[in-house]
């Protein structure tokens, strides 16, 4: 099973923060050191805040980023719509052309997505008028319902995410046979890409923390960046 929060042992020191602020109750104690437990691991992330030994991480998507931008097939990354918040001192089309000299072949918004979905969530509700509905762009909160709110798997809504819709438009406009990253804050993603359940069109999940690694990484100064187009299909009220 992909386990997306990991322990780093050398760094747990029997302080038991994770433990007391799970709020699954996702984490035992295994010889002294806080072990999550993947079956009730909603990957909400709580746990890699509030630890201050920084042994809690979580699965990197780096390796896999960078196998994919070496190999023969366009890249494409899918900007999460939080992505002005992380980089605020940086016009948007710095980070499209940082991204792009990353070796990135497209650069989409998933605002893109979230139009989607916001349309296909306001025809569902018309279709089904009664109360009690639940969102289901959250994988954290898809995970909770799942394995803590059984009966109310049922509720949530049969949409995909903005993500997912991004990717399965991009796949559909490109005439080429593309790889997807998604990129954006957080760390459940990195669940809901892998989820059976789940059309597989997202091929790697990366945290805003680890495009910086990437940027590093590959000698990219966003800043110095001369700014770029984001490629279509383009976002509209989303974004």
Sequence with gaps: MFEAIQTIKQNCRRCFTCVRDCPVKAIKIVEGQASVVPDRCIAC????????????TYASGLERTWELLESE????ALLAP??????????PGQIAGALKSAGFSYVVEVAYGADLVSEAYREFLKRHPEGGWIASACPAVNEYVRKYQPKLTDRLIPIVSPMIATAMALRQLCTEEILCVFIGPCIAKKLEARDPGIPAVVDEVITFKELRALF????????????????????????
Excluded at 45 to 56: F, R
Excluded at 73 to 76: E, G, K, N, S
């Design 216 to 239: 590093t990484q590959r000698g990219i100064l966003p800043a110095t960046m001369k700014p770029r187009p984001f490629d279509p299909p383009t976002a509209g009220i989303g974004r």
């Design 82 to 91: 939080s992505f002005p918040g992380e980089f605020h001192d940086l016009k």
């Design 73 to 76: 097939r366009p890249v494409a």
């Design 45 to 56: 992330g709580n746990c890699t805040m509030v630890c201050s030994q920084d042994a809690k």
